[in-house]
């Protein structure tokens, strides 16, 4: 079983629909749970990062944490195909309060079509 | 502008051909740290640091040496490269390498290196 786990995709959403990535995680004490975004041949960039259980909204993004189900989730409301890109979830593992233990999952590709 | 630079872009090399990639970042980090990116493999840790003189092996560091004597800087070393070393590599770095979670300070990645191994 992979550490962090993601459905690689594609996912193709109509413009305006919502987007819905998701990611589970294999350590239970994993602290702190990160999305970034990588649109091809750039690197990646941090949208969001949630610690607590439950819902954290920031602008069209809602990022959703369920520690019980050891499962992360993205949120895209109003999708626009500028959010056309690889979604990256990334884990803080247990004894990582630093980021030396940060694992990646393998990305969602993500397309929005007009 | 702050930054995390790595050099070259691009590069092919041989079979045994000792190379290093250079990273530097000007925004003062704690953290830096080296990732390889393979197609359905995701973003793969090989190296990381705390701080300066202090390194310690990411999930792949098969292959691969670090150095971290200054803050700046955090090259990255193929003493022999071999074709399954070829792939794209990001540098990264953060203001800090530790933290409770509500201290988290987001990784800044550099723009890349694509290194093919022949």
């Known amino acids: 079983q992979k550490e962090v786990e993601q459905n690689s995709g594609p996912l193709s959403v109509p413009e305006g629909a919502i987007a819905s990535l998701n990611c589970t995680y294999s350590?239970?004490?994993?602290?702190?749970f990160f999305w970034y975004r990588q649109y091809s041949g750039k690197s990646p960039e941090l949208i969001m990062f949630?610690?607590?259980?439950g819902d954290k909204e920031d602008g069209r993004f809602t990022a959703q944490l369920n520690k019980a189900s050891q499962y992360v989730s993205l949120l895209i409301r109003d999708s626009q195909p500028s959010d056309s890109a690889t979604y990256l979830c990334?884990?803080?593992?247990?004894?990582?309060?630093?980021?030396?233990?940060?694992?990646f999952g393998q990305g969602t590709i993500l397309t929005v079509h007009p | 502008e702050a930054q995390v630079t790595q050099n070259p872009r691009y590069l092919i090399t041989v079979t045994g051909k000792k190379l290093t990639v250079t990273c530097s970042q000007n925004?003062?980090?704690?953290?830096m740290s080296w990732y390889r990116q393979d197609p359905g493999l995701g973003l793969r840790q090989i190296y990381y640091?705390?701080?300066?003189?202090?390194?310690d092996k990411g999930d792949v560091p098969e292959g691969y040496k670090v150095s971290r004597k200054e803050k700046r800087n955090f090259p990255l070393i193929l003493e022999s490269p071999s074709p399954n070393q070829t792939s794209l590599y990001f540098c990264?770095?953060?203001?800090?390498?530790?933290?409770?979670?509500?201290?988290?300070?987001?990784?800044?990645f550099g723009n890349g290196t694509r290194l093919t191994v022949t």
């Open positions: 350590d239970q004490g994993s602290q702190s």
């Open positions: 949630i610690y607590s259980n």
């Open positions: 640091s705390m701080n300066v003189e202090v390194t």
């Open positions: 990264a770095s953060s203001l800090r390498g530790q933290g409770l979670p509500k201290r988290d300070s987001p990784l800044h």
């Open positions: 925004m003062n980090h704690e953290y």
């Open positions: 990334a884990v803080k593992r247990a004894g990582g309060t630093s980021y030396g233990k940060l694992t």
